[in-house]
């Protein structure tokens, strides 16, 4: 296969991936480590170097839009990004010693989780009750609504903090944003209204995968001819699904079709993890 | 009372707001910008990555891809892109820092600090590996 054609493959996946990662929001990176690697044959380490960067990409350009809404909780990402980096770090530095077949099979496990995941019901939750320490850390904000300014509160820091260093490691170690398992640390631990924990969760993962990109990019396994198609196009394929999503309100169905999608490439990861293929 | 310019967490919003999308815009343009080059010499090779052998010499250092940019070579470009990609959320940190410390914010300025440092630290846990 020449360069070109290549490089116009892995564009054309990526539009999709970051299509269908925006429209899921599992991410922009997610499916494309199953594409490039069960697709055309490209070693896990350059697909996970190149997954790294365009979530990078995505969460960085999604996070700007978001900030000047006012509705991510600076202070809270900046505090938890403490546990996220750390994690991300370990992450990247113990992926050297583990055979790529097991972390192929990490991979499909992940994301069959997060894609059963989003399809939760999201109930908007508000708490009020004050807690000790997220009072100390000024976590307890407010965030625009259609019906005026709502006041939250933030749950059992101690225990979402743990849970984020867990969501970094994966990051690091498996090239992806983590994002699913991020909210849900927000959401069910830390009792966090879900538009918050969303945004949050966005902003926080662009740092998180600077923390490991660092190592991946001095390892090598960045590649410029494989990233340069997946950040281009999972970045355009992510802006045209919010622009999607903007236009359909209920995207129920397509969340299904698309989680089902995830799942018949996460069973091939395993799949061939486990025949060692990978 | 005598100070009435007084930073918020608003003009913080919009500054960060700022810095990440300048920062996506650029390094993609810049990505781009050495893609077309790169395709456009060696196009018509045959892409081979299904065997990890790390990446190009000339690539693999900052200096080496400063170099690279100058003599104007694809890969060198978008490898620099990327880098500016990576330094996006990075930049992002230290403005916010910034931004803590114009609020007097000492307990943030410390946690901003900390993170840049647990990034740093993985730096040079990578040069080392």
């Known amino acids: 296969m020449s360069v070109i054609v290549f490089t116009l493959i892995i564009l054309v996946g990526a539009y999709f991936a970051g299509l269908i990662g925006s429209l899921t929001g599992l991410g922009g990176g997610f499916v494309i480590i199953p594409l490039l690697t069960l697709l055309l044959h490209v070693d896990i380490h350059y697909a996970i170097g190149a997954s790294l960067v365009s979530v990078i990409a995505t969460s960085s350009g999604s996070a700007a839009a978001y900030v000047k809404e006012g509705i991510t909780n600076m202070r809270l990402g900046m505090f938890l990004e403490i546990a996220t980096t750390a994690g991300a770090m370990t992450g990247a530095i113990i992926a050297v010693y583990i055979p790529t077949n097991y972390i192929a099979i990490l991979l499909g496990v992940i994301l069959i989780c997060s894609a059963i995941m989003s399809l939760r019901k999201k109930a908007e939750q508000v708490l009020k009750q004050q807690n000790g320490w997220a009072t100390k850390l000024k976590l307890n904000s407010s965030y625009p609504t259609a019906n005026g300014t709502v006041n939250y509160s933030v749950s059992k820091v101690g225990g979402g903090f743990v849970v984020m260093i867990f969501a970094g490691v994966l990051s690091g170690l498996l090239g992806i944003g983590s994002g699913a398992l991020k909210v849900l640390a927000m959401d069910s631990i830390m009792r966090i209204p879900f538009k918050v924990s969303t945004t949050t969760s966005n902003f926080m993962i662009g740092v998180t995968a600077a923390a490991s990109a660092v190592v991946y990019l001095q390892r090598g396994y960045i590649d410029p001819g494989i990233s340069m198609p997946v950040v281009i196009g999972v970045l ?25 999608v995830v799942v018949f490439l996460a069973s091939q990861l395993i799949y061939n993890g486990i025949i060692g293929r990978i | 009372m005598a100070q009435k310019i007084s930073f918020k967490d608003t003009d913080m919003q919009a500054v960060i707001g700022w810095v990440l999308r300048i920062g996506v815009i650029v390094s993609i343009c810049i990505v781009f910008f050495g893609g077309v080059i790169f395709l456009y010499r060696h196009g018509h090779e045959i892409a081979d990555h299904k065997k990890f052998k790390g990446i190009p010499d000339f690539i693999s250092t900052a200096g080496g891809i400063i170099n690279g940019v100058f003599a104007f070579r694809g890969q060198a470009i978008i490898q620099l892109g990327i880098v500016l990609l990576i330094a996006t959320p990075v930049l992002r940190v230290i403005f916010s820092a910034i931004g803590f410390v114009l609020e007097k914010d000492y307990l943030y300025i ?19 590996g």
Not at chain 1, 245 to 255: D, E, F, I, K
């Open chain 1, 236 to 260: 355009v394929g992510a802006l045209s699904g919010s622009k999607i999503l903007v236009h359909t309100q209920s995207s129920g169905w397509l969340r299904w079709v698309f989680a089902v």
């Open chain 2, 110 to 128: 410390g946690i901003s600090l900390l993170v840049l440092l647990i990034i740093f630290i993985s730096m040079i846990s990578g040069h080392a």
